[in-house]
């Protein structure tokens, strides 16, 4: 089974966000960038199928240079092969359409995404990806068993679950659930070692998509004002505040 | 060019979402001065939309919501996109909403707009504002595409507006013979008697410092009372003191209420990155020091055993 880990290379969780000074782009000075945080599950999951049933794992980002620590963690923590398409990250639809443009030329049976990147939180390339191969498209799947020619998978729906089944190939996005986080691979010394080894391939996309979404501007959302304190001998007074004040109760 | 709104229920009836989001469409229709047109699925009441501004509404009366697969419901939705001549569309950024969205814009060739969170600023060229950086910031994008679909938050622009309209209603019977869904569908768990978080009002939330999963009784007894979901921080559903589903924060599901009342959670940023849109937000903790504070409206700084029994008894007073 050949297994594709689509990775987005976002800003570390504890980041504090700021902006350049035309309020375009994130300010990137002392950010750390890693993994996206769903794509950790996905490419966990991969390792587990390689480890029991000898699958091929293959990780893949689209980006700039900035990408290629995170691919290198990637194979650490034991994926085969690395990807990196060296295009710009900005637009969704052009990041899935390469990606989709590799899938055809390299044959997988799963395709892995997280369900959203934490940056732009757009959850839209898995989708994108899956419309443009005409596949299925497991979203928000939190569980996941399979056969040489089919999937049966767990996802999350507004207030419950799904069961569902299908062919592969298929797009799947994954989060937590799909393992278990306890059970995240994290890169052992020999892992590291032997990444060294690995190939890493930069591929120059062989199409260009145009970009028709441009960001005027990143700004913050406005603060809270100051935290009124009640006193936990007067908890009425809370439930007086949230009534005539909040007026959400 | 008018407008086409895709419009969710659940066993027939419309969610608080549903609502909200013909009235987003309405308000964009009524600029361009054009036709909405409103697709849904096995509706017990489809007319109810015209209320909220749908010109025309189309129930696929031999498909429900409950028993389609994604895909099922994209095609037929391109199906009658295709067929009309559709400047925007509107989406709601709920489960479903991001499952189909991506499809059909992609393959009809439409610009995504998702986790909108505000009307357009402009319509042509369209601009929006979305949450970007789980919350820690807004992101306002343009886009340059005459074709555009808008998939906002459920709950973020939080108006309903009463617009009546005549309305042409088409029941239709989709050929299933036509399409082979990719996706088979085995099984669907929807827990009806609990408030589905997205769509909540009020949601009561407890941390690491209610101990343990036998203390959430009357955490449970106080979201009954305030009609409110329950969430938790994911150290709670990690070590399985809570369901998977209730985990809220970056990693969990982002949510927006009308109200948050934070109990036993030390407001990591991890965590706040979920909640902290929601309009108001009350913290119950031990320690003064805790960082939620920062982000709140209201707080008490004290043990969670001693307030919320309090404030489950004053609550009910004041309900009487
Ligand atoms: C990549 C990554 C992603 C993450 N994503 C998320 C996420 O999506 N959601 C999330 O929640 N976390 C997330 N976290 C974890 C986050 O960093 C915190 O560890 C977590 O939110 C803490 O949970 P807590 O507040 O319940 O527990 P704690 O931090 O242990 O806080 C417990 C609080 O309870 C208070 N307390 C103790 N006893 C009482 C009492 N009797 N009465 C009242 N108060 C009491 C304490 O003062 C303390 O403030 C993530 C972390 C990482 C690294
Ligand atoms: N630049 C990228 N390179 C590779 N995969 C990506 C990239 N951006 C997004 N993805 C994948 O798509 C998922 C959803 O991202 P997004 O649509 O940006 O929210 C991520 O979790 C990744 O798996």
Redesign the interface.
Known sequence: MNILVCISCVPDTTSKINFTQNKKKLDEEGITFIINPYDEFCLTKAIFMKESSGANVTVISVGDSKSESVLRKALAIGADNAVRINADSDSSKSVANLIADYCSKNKFDIIFCGRESIDFNGGQVPGFIAAKLNLPFINSCVGLDYTDDKINAKREIDSGHEMCECSLPAVVAGQKGLVEEKDLKIPSMRGIMTARTKPLEILDPESTYNNNIEILELSKPSERSDCKIISEDNVGELVQLLHKEAKVI | MSLFTLIENWEGRFKKNSFETVSYAKKIADKLNSQLTVLTFSAKQPSELSKFGADKIINISNIKFEEA???LIAEICQNHIQDGDYQTLVFSN???G??V???I???LNY?????VISHPDSISPM?VK????????????????KLNAISIVPNSIGEINESPVEFELNEIEFNKSTYEP??????????TE??????A??VVSAGRGLKGPENWKMIEELANL?NAGTACSKPVS?MGWRP??E?VG??GI?INP??YIAIGISGA??HL?GV??S?????INSDPEAPF???????????AF??IP??IE??K??KN
């Open positions: 697969s994604n895909d709920t489960n479903l991001k499952n969205s991506p499809i814009s992609q393959k610009e995504l707009l998702s986790n601009s979305c949450k970007a950086y789980s919350s820690k910031a807004i992101v306002e994008y343009q886009s340059s595409s990719k996706l088979k569908v085995l099984s669907r768990s929807e827990s609990k408030i589905s978080l997205p769509d009002n009020i305030l990690d998977h589903s985990h970056q990693t982002a009308e109200l940023i991890q990155a902290n849109s309009k108001n937000i009350v913290v504070f920062k982000s709140a409206d209201y707080g008490i700084v004290g043990d001693d307030i309090k404030l004053e609550i007073q004041y």
